[in-house]
T-cell receptor, first 113, second 113 residues
């Protein structure tokens, strides 16, 4: 069935370093890939997204890259700050047929001051 | 526009009882999805409603059910509550099934004693 694998499950980085979270999807009909950040006790919030006709997208310190051939997409956070500490979820949307959103299992990022 | 709202925000029930949770999507959004999130766990998909019809369903027992009204508001019901049903229940809305961006509500935290 459709699934999204997300790695690593936990990630600790020193403040100022970069963090990379990777996802692999199985459904080749997926064409939209959002990333959500969930701080403790709060709702998941969309932080960046990418569509299948784009290879890379940046928004200040965060960027997402997509390799459609390999069915990989990654979140890159540069110059990490303590407030980046949260759980990050990737997702893939099949925008035809079932129109199903499939979420990855999440990555707990800890930025050490 | 107001965001996705959920009521109640917190709920305490005992085993064997039933519970109904409510979700009001962003105005104009017609697709509503429900997720269960247990501590340290990811987002487990329950079901998706669009135009008052269930369109997708996750792997949950029949004790979990939902419905959607003509104004797109949605409710989910859990009957015969078990201790393991204690979780944060999140709903998310998007404009329609072919729309990509999905926004989450704040969640209802259900505790089963």
């Amino acid at each position: 069935g459709e699934n999204v694998e997300q790695h690593p499950s936990t990630l600790s980085v020193q403040e100022g370093d970069s963090a990379v979270i990777k996802c692999t999807y199985s459904d080749s009909a997926s064409n939209y890939f959002p990333w959500y950040k969930q701080e403790l006790g709060k709702r998941p919030q969309l932080i960046i997204d990418i569509r299948s006709n784009v290879g890379e997208k940046k928004d200040q310190r965060i960027a997402v890259t997509l390799n459609k051939t390999a069915k990989h997409f990654s979140l890159h956070i540069t110059e990490t700050q303590p407030e980046d500490s949260a759980v990050y979820f990737c997702a893939a949307l099949r925008a035809s047929g079932t129109y199903k959103y499939i979420f990855g299992t999440g990555t707990r990022l800890k930025v050490l001051a | 526009k107001a965001g996705v709202t959920q009521t109640p925000r917190y709920l305490i029930k005992t085993r064997g009882q039933q519970v109904t949770l409510s979700c009001s999507p962003i105005s104009g959004h017609r697709s509503v999805s429900w997720y269960q999130q247990t501590p340290g766990q990811g987002l487990q998909f329950l079901f998706e409603y669009f135009s008052e019809t269930q369109r997708n369903k996750g792997n949950f027992p029949g004790r979990f059910s939902g419905r959607q009204f003509s104004n797109s508001r949605s409710e989910m019901n859990v009957s015969t509550l078990e201790l393991g049903d204690s979780a944060l229940y999140l709903c998310a809305s998007r404009a329609d099934r072919a729309s990509d961006t999905q926004y989450f509500g704040p969640g209802t935290r259900l505790t089963v004693l």
